[in-house]
Nanobody, 127 residues
Framework: QVQVVESGGGSVQAGGSLGLSCAGS????????MGWFRQAPGKEREGVAA??????????YYSDSVKGRFTISTDSAKNTLYLTMNSLKPEDTAMYYC??????????????????WGQGTQVTVSS
């Protein structure tokens, strides 16, 4: 059974940095898309960043709210997806989820087409 497990959440002050990791149970190139999503209390789930692993260049997608501050990357040799978060803001506070899609998704930052989800890791940014 495919599993993805997040790690690396925590608490940081505004302006700080955190890194998240997501370990997959299979080789990441078996997933066409991998992404990071977040959900804050009382808010809808938001796609933060995603990567099309099947492309030669690993096309990346970012929400406007994190563009220029967050970086998504993969290390295929370690079956791991990363999210590097810089210049964090209090509004980045949320539960962050890793997700993987075995097939094509029409919108990489929408969660609908993703098959596998992690349990989530909390990120808290204080002002």
């Amino acid at each position: 059974q495919v599993q993805v497990v997040e790690s690396g959440g925590g608490s940081v002050q505004a302006g700080g940095s955190l890194g998240l990791s997501c370990a997959g149970s299979g080789y990441t190139q078996n997933y066409k898309f991998m992404g990071w999503f977040r959900q804050a209390p009382g808010k809808e789930r938001e796609g933060v960043a995603a990567i099309y692993t099947s492309s030669r260049t690993g096309m990346k997608y970012y929400s406007d709210s994190v563009k220029g501050r967050f970086t998504i990357s993969t290390d295929s040799a370690k079956n791991t997806l990363y999210l590097t978060m810089n210049s964090l803001k209090p509004e980045d506070t949320a539960m962050y989820y890793c997700a993987a899609a075995a097939g094509w998704v029409s919108d990489a930052l929408r969660g609908d087409g993703y098959n596998y989800w992690g349990q989530g890791t909390q990120v808290t940014v204080s002002s």
